[in-house]
């Protein structure tokens, strides 16, 4: 057997072994996960994950998920909290610990003081039957018969089991509680989504001196003017009263040159095209991209409730953003 094949073959080997582990959890979802979710539901404070080695890492990462879909969560190292970290838990939370043995020294030690406070406990072992898991409220069983380790020693198929049912709990826990796309973009600002999500108008926009305007009568070489000096492709056009009454874009301009039309003497009533799209200030971006994405247009007009221009915005600007 060449090296490529023995390589290939112990991969695929790998992932069967631990797709057949994830399978098998789907019989352990019974009513003592449901507890487990009905605990963290009822709790005042948070959910504390401790967990050491392999286990502390899939521990970090489940803390980081429950965190970022509606539950409250955090890290702490279990021998850190032999000195001086158990003061980061209080009475109202919740801990889950996770350890694939259920004997971890580190987290045994921390259960008297756990059942003292009156911490509600949660364990995620390989071992139902482990101090761990008998001293917990719960237990979730995340255990395997084998782990793809070929030695059967290095936390493989287990920690793959016990990272799936983190991911289980926190959806289960996410769905509870109605957690929404929009909570979502408020746990993740900086991510694309967060952006979209979040972002109004009035962010993005142009307004006061930037803002590109001629009133009804101006001759369209007055309004060419004050687009290139305004840099938007655009201009907003005004009513006496300074209400909106339509818009001239560099697409108007190009149709205008098509028709022959003498852009030295028209004016821009003749040429603007009346009122146009718009957008008010507290509008999501991502709805005002909609707007141009579904009249194939590039910029927005911003009103305000008596229909007086106070903002402008262009495709560039949602790009600029992070919104496209």
């Known amino acids: 057997m060449t090296q490529s094949k023995q390589l290939i073959e112990t991969a695929l080997r790998t992932i069967r072994l631990e797709i057949e582990a994830v399978e098998q959890l789907s019989s352990r979802i019974d009513q003592d996960f449901a507890q487990a979710c009905r605990l963290i539901l009822e ?85 139902p039957s482990s101090v761990l898991s008998r001293a917990a409220e719960v237990n979730l069983d995340a255990s395997v018969a084998v782990e793809a380790c070929p030695l059967n020693l290095a936390p493989t198929s287990s920690t793959t089991a016990s990272l799936v049912l983190g991911d289980a709990l926190a959806i289960a826990l996410l769905e509870a509680r109605g957690f929404t796309a929009e909570d979502f973009a408020f746990s993740h600002p900086g991510g694309a989504l967060g952006r979209r999500l979040l972002l109004k108008v009035e962010n993005v926009m142009h307004t006061g001196a930037q803002l590109p305007t001629v009133k009804r009568g101006t001759s369209l070489r007055e309004a060419l003017l004050e687009m290139t000096h ?56 991502a709805e005002a991209l909609k707007i141009m994405e579904d009249h194939k247009i590039s910029s927005l007009i911003v009103v305000d409730e008596r229909n007086r221009p106070i903002g402008a915005l262009n495709m560039h600007d949602l790009l600029r953003a992070g919104v496209m």
Do not use: C, Y
């Open 230 to 285: 305004k840099g938007l492709g655009m201009t907003i056009v005004l009513e006496d009263d300074g209400s909106l009454a339509g818009i001239f874009t560099d697409g108007d301009l190009r149709r205008t040159l098509d028709k022959g039309i003498d852009v030295r003497q028209a004016s821009i009533d003749d040429v603007m095209t009346a009122r146009g799209k718009v957008a008010n200030a507290e509008m999501l971006a």
């Open 43 to 127: 709790s005042k404070g948070r959910v504390v994950v401790v967990g050491m080695g392999k286990s502390g890492h899939v521990g970090r990462k489940i803390a980081a998920t429950l965190a970022s879909t509606g539950t409250a969560a955090f890290f702490v190292h279990p021998g850190e909290a032999s000195h001086g970290d158990m003061g980061m838990i209080t009475r109202d939370d919740v801990v889950l610990a996770l350890s694939n043995s259920g004997t971890t020294n580190e987290i045994i030690t921390l259960l008297p003081l756990i059942k003292r406070l009156g911490i509600t406990l949660i364990s995620m072992t390989g071992n």
